[in-house]
Every structure is written in C-alpha cells, then in structure tokens.
Nanobody, 115 residues
Framework: QVQLVESGGGLVQPGGSLRLSCAASGSIFSRNVMGWYRQAPGKQRELVAQSGSGGVSNYADSVKGRFTISRDNAKNTVYLQMNSLKPEDTAVYYC?????????WGQGTQVTVSS
C-alpha cells in the first residue's frame, strides 16, 4: 500500500510564493516518477511538473520559469516551489506517484492566489 501526504497549500497574494511537499510511503520502486497536477473549478486536471528518479523533469508551459520541482529520493519526497504566483494558478494541487505499473494520488491541497 502506498500513501501520499501533501502539505504546504494556502492563500497567497499575487506575486507571492508557496512550497508544496508530498511524502510517499509504502512499497515504492527505486525507479519512479513523482509529479504535481492541478485542477481548477470547472477545468480538467492538468500536469504542472513531474520528475523522474533519474533526475529528468518537465513542466507545463504556463509555469516554466516560475515553478521548480525537486525531490529527495532517500525520503521519497517531492517538492514544488512556486514563485511569482498568479490568480490563474488557483487550484487544488495533487501529488502523483508512478511506480511500476501503478499510479497513486494524494488527497490534494488547495492553493488560492488572491489579493
């Protein structure tokens, strides 16, 4: 059984920063992909950023240059540093882990960017 525990969401003003964390526990292969998705009201869930255990990362065009994904493989933890936040970044952010043939999701954390 794999569990993902997210933290770090909240309310921030435009231009501000937040850091999300997601810690995975359970049966996890050393080769895996961890990432962040988001879903705004009335919209589909979309990929924000993801990072493989080998170090390759990719980002949605809308967050390039503002968000940075990083991970601590020893702790099975992935982080998302979000800078220069915009109101359109408001969404529920979900952590995802792909290990082997299985995919797991966190419970989601709300990020609200508003003045």
């Amino acid at each position: 059984q794999v569990q993902l525990v997210e933290s770090g969401g909240g309310l921030v003003q435009p231009g501000g920063s937040l850091r999300l964390s997601c810690a995975a526990s359970g049966s996890i292969f050393s080769r895996n992909v961890m990432g962040w998705y988001r879903q705004a009201p009335g919209k589909q869930r979309e990929l924000v950023a993801q990072s493989g255990s080998g170090g390759v990362s990719n980002y949605a065009d809308s967050v390039k240059g503002r968000f940075t994904i990083s991970r601590d493989n020893a702790k099975n933890t992935v982080y998302l540093q979000m800078n220069s936040l915009k109101p359109e970044d408001t969404a529920v952010y979900y952590c995802r882990l792909i290990t082997g043939v299985n995919s797991y999701w966190g419970q989601g954390t709300q990020v609200t960017v508003s003045s």
